[in-house]
């Protein structure tokens, strides 16, 4: 068998969760999962933040099917050019949005 990266290996989270548990003075029902939860929050906290925005960018992904449609479809584009430039770029900004924030969590 290959021998596991240093970075993949146990040890490093073992020395965190040792010095999370010996600071507890109290140690109740579920204060095992309190410091797990305490000693990978940064972890956690990565994969939080891309999802949050994913979630953002599909939601206004509707909104924005909606204005595009109403756009074409109305017959006056003379005002309205300087829209149809922000709206290609809340598309780009959308879909570049999704693709970035869905790749951040999945890593």
């Known amino acids: 068998m290959y021998t596991t990266d240093r ?12 010095k999370v548990w010996e600071r507890k003075e109290k140690k109740g029902r579920y204060e095992l999962l309190f410091c797990l939860i305490q000693s990978l929050k940064f972890p956690i906290l990565l994969g939080v933040f891309p999802r949050i925005c994913l979630s953002g960018f599909k939601f206004a992904q509707p909104f924005l099917i909606h204005r595009v449609i109403n756009y074409v479809s109305a017959e006056d584009h003379l005002e309205t050019k300087n829209s149809g430039y922000g709206l ?3 598309t780009a900004i959308i879909y570049i949005g999704i693709s970035v924030s869905s790749s951040g ?3």
Not at 8 to 18: A, D, Q
């Open 7 to 18: 970075e993949l290996g146990s040890e490093r989270l073992e020395v965190g969760l040792k």
């Open 88 to 90: 290609i770029g809340a």
């Open 105 to 107: 969590y999945e890593l």
